[in-house]
């Protein structure tokens, strides 16, 4: 069969494709964008022309596209065999990332619980804990509620829809959701409290300790994105929060469950966001750079204690009823274990530490834009908030779309981002050098410039 011309290919996508996230009229207006290879940090699309992978293909990506050392190992895995089940069987590789994983999670996660993506993997960490409880404290049958943030992003199944709190994506959903119980976000620019850090000492977490006070009989678990809510719009946590919702978790026994699906993998700057306040959860969510961005796969990982909490005869019903067609396919934990190997041989975190400050100071240029209210970075994490007034910070209407045009810019400038309403994301492969993130840090404060200051009327003549 002859490769299809990319006329045809432009109009198939049209005919046939249904893209996520995506207003289809207004896709099928234009001329779809066509990604046909990747080398590194850079993506090409199918007339030749070369971009920056800015988000790192949704926060995925981490040691480039076409890394040889991933390519190799999926090649070699290929050559045994791409799948067999978890169920009833075992495979190398899944045994072997699950080894790699408790070794470089944060101490006291022993167990790795397998899915396909970071969605699955909340939705088992969900029922784990409700399973937990009933079984070690069948006196509180109702320890089966979560508590959540505010603007948490935490998948788009029922179940991570259910604690997940952006408006727009979740609230036409509401009939299909279960009830949880949300405290504020730490959103330190727009201070729901309007207080500012450190004086405040992290007053947004009094809302938990009031709630888990008076509520902890009722809750099975707090639920976080630990220092970063990537979707509420790169919402970067004050220092201690983490480790204060720990402590509250702790001292409440109540669970406490770290979405790391995207900070996870050195994204910013650890290889774990929960390493920077020292805490280990009661149960982690992994996912997006799990296998360098090559392959869906996911896991779920907890404390043995949890682990053994489900332990019995058959006929005591603790088994944990949950797993999917896929779960830890051998093709996606031969590129994860690929993944982790590169994190060591080329020592990717050190490199990344190295190149965070580069990154904070090309950035640093944007703070000049008038209608640049706020830069969050954590990390490979980036949010630049535009704002319409920069002294009152006052938002542009989401009806300006000035995110998307900005990202309309950028990519005629051959950096490719995705926008989260106001907010510019960036996200660098963790292989990004530091010339490539002064070259995005330009793109972007020219294209803000250009869309948000379009050039003053000329004197009349
Ligand atoms: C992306 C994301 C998810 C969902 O992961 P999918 O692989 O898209 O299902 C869950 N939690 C967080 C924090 C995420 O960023």
Not at 127 to 144: E, G, L, N, R
Not at 226 to 233: I, M, T, Y
Not at 289 to 315: I, N, R, S
């Amino acid at each position: 069969m002859p490769s299809p011309t990319s006329r045809q290919l432009a109009n198939w996508d049209h005919q046939y494709l249904w893209h996520p996230f995506t207003q289809m009229k207004e896709w099928t207006e234009a001329p779809p964008l066509i990604i046909d290879r990747g080398e590194g940090p850079y993506l090409i699309d199918n007339q030749g022309k070369q971009y920056l992978d800015g988000v790192s293909s949704l926060w995925v990506n981490i040691h480039g596209h076409r890394h040889p050392a991933i390519d190799q190992a999926i090649r070699r895995q290929l050559n045994k065999i791409a799948h067999s089940t978890l169920l009833g069987l075992s495979s190398p590789p899944a045994i072997q990332l699950a080894r790699e994983l408790v070794k470089i999670a944060p101490p006291g996660l022993t167990r790795v619980f397998y899915s396909d993506d970071g969605s699955t993997a909340v939705e088992v960490a969900l029922k784990m804990a409700v399973q937990y409880w009933q079984q070690t404290t069948p006196a509180m049958p109702s320890k089966t509620h979560f508590v959540h943030m505010r603007l948490s992003y935490h998948g788009d199944t029922a179940g991570g829809m259910s604690i997940g709190g952006i408006e727009l994506f979740h609230n036409r959903f509401q009939p299909l959701l279960f009830p949880t119980l949300a405290v504020d976000a730490p959103y330190c620019y727009r201070c729901p409290l309007q207080q500012t850090f450190p004086s405040c000492q992290i007053a947004c977490l009094d809302q938990l300790e009031s709630l888990l006070t008076a509520r902890h009989h009722d809750i099975a678990a707090v639920v976080v994105e630990p220092l970063v809510q990537g979707v509420a719009g790169m919402i970067t946590a004050p220092s201690g929060h983490l480790s204060r919702i720990r402590e509250l978790c702790t001292q409440h026994q109540v669970l406490m469950v770290a979405d790391e699906v995207a900070t996870g993998f050195g994204r910013t700057g650890r290889m774990f966001a929960c390493e920077h306040e020292s805490i280990t959860p009661d149960l982690l969510a992994v996912a997006k750079g799990l296998t360098g961005g090559y392959l869906p796969l996911a896991a779920t990982l907890v404390t043995e204690e949890m682990y053994q909490a489900f332990l019995g005869d058959y006929h005591e019903g603790k088994t944990l009823f949950h797993g999917h067609s896929f779960t830890g396919n051998a093709l996606g934990c031969a590129a994860a274990l690929a993944n982790l190997q590169i994190f060591r041989t080329e020592h990717t975190l050190r490199n990344v530490q190295k190149r965070i400050p580069a990154l904070q100071r090309h950035l640093q240029a944007l703070t000049s834009l008038q209608h640049v209210g706020d830069i969050r970075q954590s990390g490979y994490m980036v949010g630049i908030e535009l704002v319409k007034d920069q002294k009152n910070r006052i938002p542009f209407p989401l009806t300006d779309r000035m995110g998307h045009k900005v990202t309309m810019e950028c990519q005629r400038k051959g950096l490719l981002i995705r926008p989260i309403g106001n907010v510019l994301v960036l996200m660098p492969p963790l292989s990004a050098e530091v010339k490539h993130l002064k070259k995005m840090a330009t793109i972007l404060k020219e294209s803000i410039c250009i869309v948000t200051e379009p050039k003053k009327k000329k004197a009349p003549l």
